[in-house]
T-cell receptor, first 114, second 114 residues
């Protein structure tokens, strides 16, 4: 099963871009990269996902390297409310199309400072 | 639409006891997944139920079990509790099995084992 590694913590100044890296060096061809975040005392919230192309939505951008061994989540203009633990998840798909196990890393604690 | 609800929110048990946690998904959602979150291990997937059938299972011992009812409500049971079972147990619901981008989390049940 592919696993992810993320830095345990990062700081970012309010209004600046937050770039959160994730390594998934053993990812296989049919595995997607998902990002979630968890604000203190709340359940995790889906942010974005991708397979090989870069993706953007109203919350963030996801940059996946060409070899797919790493990715970066970009919050373009971080606010204080973006302070949270960010999880990079690789989704395993078993033969037969079932969704397989979901493997979460320990996440990166992002602190956005004024 | 009401969100995912979990009961109880807080629970204190002693070693050797068993516990049952309950999760009511968002109306219309048929998939319910359970996760364990601890400071040391982060967020770990326990299992997923869809249409009353267990679809996926994480790497947890057989003391952890679950079930889903015809109304999609789910229960999780932990038998012979150990100190290490102290954690936040999160439930998430989704319209489809394994669909992370439409997975909504509940507030969690915080279990303390003494």
């Amino acid at each position: 099963d592919a696993k992810t590694t993320q830095p345990p913590s990062m700081d970012c100044a309010e209004g600046r871009a937050a770039n959160l890296p994730c390594n998934h060096s053993t990812i296989s061809g049919n595995e997607y990269v998902y990002w979630y975040r968890q604000i203190h005392s709340q359940g995790p919230q889906y942010i974005i996902h991708g397979l090989k192309n870069n993706e953007t939505n109203e919350m963030a951008s996801l940059i996946i390297t060409e070899d797919r061994k790493s990715s970066t989540l970009i919050l373009p203009h971080a606010t204080l409310r973006d302070t949270a633990v960010y999880y990079c998840i690789v989704r395993v798909v078993f033969y037969g199309g079932s969704q397989g196990n979901l493997i979460f890393g320990k996440g990166t604690k992002l602190s956005v400072k004024p | 639409k009401a969100g995912v609800t979990q009961t109880p929110r807080y629970l204190i048990k002693t070693r050797g006891q068993q516990v049952t946690l309950s999760c009511s998904p968002i109306s219309g959602h048929r998939s319910v997944s359970w996760y364990q979150q601890t400071p040391g291990q982060g967020l770990q997937f326990l299992f997923e139920y869809f249409s009353e059938t267990q679809r996926n299972k994480g790497n947890f011992p057989g003391r952890f079990s679950g079930r889903q009812f015809s109304n999609s409500r789910s229960e999780m049971n932990v038998s012979t509790l150990e100190l290490g079972d102290s954690a936040l147990y999160l439930c998430a619901s989704s319209p489809l099995t394994g669909n992370l981008e439409t997975q909504y989390f509940g507030p969690g049940t915080r279990l303390l084992v003494l």
